[in-house]
């Protein structure tokens, strides 16, 4: 089973997001701030977790506390168990052209979503899509090593 993870403040979000994963046959791992996320991903960087670690994370750009998605994503990106994971960044927030990029760039990341999310079989080709292609990245970043 696959394994996806969550970065979400709002409860309504997150839950139905959790449903959809489990409709879909995939685990969903899930939290409600860029903290609690850090916190487990040091855990899997130590050796403390020992589960099976998600190939995709969905990540809102703003979050409460001083971690924001956009953090998480870049932590995500700069662990060596978890660096190869497909990250999504979901807002609601519209942000500029220069913002995008920054936002982007600074977590390597797949892709940038508006919310309110497309719906259910469409959010999951999107999602899936995502993954082929960062799989076709690491494999192209294999070869050339």
């Known amino acids: 089973m696959s394994t996806w993870m969550v970065v979400e403040d709002e409860p309504d979000i997150y839950e139905v997001l959790l449903a959809m994963f489990e409709m879909w046959g995939i685990e969903g791992v899930a939290f409600v701030d860029g903290e609690e996320a850090a916190a487990w991903i040091d855990d899997v960087n130590s050796g403390r977790f ?10 809102d750009i703003r979050l409460p506390g001083q971690i924001s998605g956009a953090d998480v994503g870049e932590l995500l990106r700069k662990s060596e168990k978890l660096g190869q994971v497909a990250i999504v960044f979901a807002t609601a927030y519209r942000l500029g052209p220069e913002e995008e990029r920054k936002v982007i760039a600074q977590a390597d990341a797949d892709k940038l979503m508006y919310k309110p999310l497309p719906k259910f079989t469409e959010l999951q080709r999107i999602l899936e899509d995502v993954i082929a292609q960062r799989r076709v990245k690491i494999a192209g970043q294999r070869t050339q090593s």
Do not use: F, I, N, V
């Open 50 to 59: 020992q589960g099976e670690l998600p190939e995709l994370a969905l990540l």
